[in-house]
């Protein structure tokens, strides 16, 4: 009796931590990179979980590529979204003196955000983020 219930302690365990993702585990701070270099470390991590578990390998690795968290950081500094919600007010705007503090304290950049636009447009930070200017 009591190697069965080891066995599904097991058996639970493995399949929690697949249905995870190893990437947003392993990286949160990752989370939200729209392209990148694949880590090699986090896609072996899921394709292990692949190969013993099919059905949650695949939503492994699901649900790395859609956060954005399989990919490795390139030169660019990140921060967890929720970090930079302490930024943002009741009334939805950016106070600019808060986020420069975050980035201060998180990263070590001094930018000068005097000028900084907060763009209201849903796709913005996405066409930001590419390169690409905004259609608002």
Do not use: W
Request: hydrophobic residues 45%; aromatic residues 6%.
């Amino acid at each position: 009796m009591r190697m069965k219930t080891l066995a599904s302690a097991l058996l639970v365990t493995a399949l929690t931590s697949q249905l995870a993702a190893c990437g947003t585990i392993f990286y949160p701070e990752r989370r939200g990179q729209i392209s990148g270099q694949i880590d090699s470390g986090v896609a072996i991590l899921n394709g292990i979980g692949l190969l013993f578990y099919v059905i949650p390998g695949v939503i492994a690795f699901a649900v790395d590529f859609a956060t954005g968290a399989i990919y490795l950081p390139d030169n660019r500094y990140s921060i967890a979204p929720e970090q930079l919600n302490k930024a943002v007010g009741a009334d939805g705007q950016v106070d600019t003196v808060k986020l420069k503090a975050l980035l201060q304290e998180e990263i070590g950049l001094d930018l000068p955000l005097e000028r900084a636009q907060q763009l209201d447009h849903p796709d913005a930070v996405q066409m930001a983020a590419l390169g690409l200017p905004s259609r608002a």
